[in-house]
């Protein structure tokens, strides 16, 4: 299928406006930016959640400095996790399709999630903390670690739908496949049935096309008002 470079809206809702600041730095900021990022990349692939002062002190990078990059652990992360997504934020489609795009979005995306699968998870770990928190009626962490780049991914995906099908029914198909389309899949999908990557992928793909035609052909046979 046909892959191209998302449009200018679609980037400029995926992609922070601190990493399009990052990435018009050159020079010492740059370089700096760009240590701190890898030695937290390196520490969240080996499976930790690590704090600015920590990034900091394993980069040898005074922690006045690194607070100047990342004012706080949620800012640190976002950032990490968005290196890691890397080419996923700019994913587009020339297919008028949604199922075939959906499809699409889940090959480019899938191996992506997969090589990065413990920053991931590290990072939805701390969603979770983060939740925790709140529950036990704890003070909220400011701010908190957001996430929700699947949610424009998928509505773009799902795109070519617009013209026939309500936006309320789109939305409930996004968040449908919002389930399937993330490193929850893989949790599941490798972690309980022991699946290999290729076969999670598979999987993912194929529940996530089925849920799309589904959605489609139940359209179809609704009568028209």
């Not at 679609?10 to 020079?27: F, L």
């Amino acid at each position: 299928m046909s892959i191209s470079r998302q449009s200018t809206a679609v980037q400029s809702t995926t992609v922070p406006a601190a990493t399009v600041a990052a990435e018009s730095e050159r020079g010492p900021r740059a370089r700096t930016r760009r240590l701190m990022l890898e030695t937290a990349s390196r520490l969240m692939q080996a499976g930790a959640i690590p704090s600015v002062s920590e990034v900091a002190e394993a980069a040898q990078v005074s922690r006045a400095t690194a607070y100047r990059y990342f004012p706080s652990q949620a800012a640190l992360v976002e950032a990490v996790v968005d290196e890691a997504l890397g080419p996923i934020l700019a994913w587009s489609s020339a297919s008028n399709d949604a199922a075939e795009r959906v499809e699409d979005l889940l090959r480019t995306s899938l191996p992506r999630l997969e090589a990065f699968e413990a920053t991931f998870k590290a990072a939805l770990k701390l969603s979770l903390d983060e939740w925790a928190q709140r529950r036990a009626g704890a003070p909220p962490a400011a701010p908190q670690f957001r996430r929700g780049h699947r949610i424009v991914l998928l509505r773009e995906a799902l795109r070519p739908l617009e013209p026939t099908m309500p936006a309320a029914d789109i939305d409930r198909l996004a968040q449908a496949l919002s389930l399937i389309f993330g490193v929850e899949a893989l949790v599941v999908l490798k972690d309980m049935w022991g699946l290999d990557g290729e076969a999670a992928s598979e999987a993912a793909i194929w529940a996530a096309t089925t849920l799309v035609r589904a959605a489609v052909t139940s359209r179809e046979k609704t009568p028209s008002g």
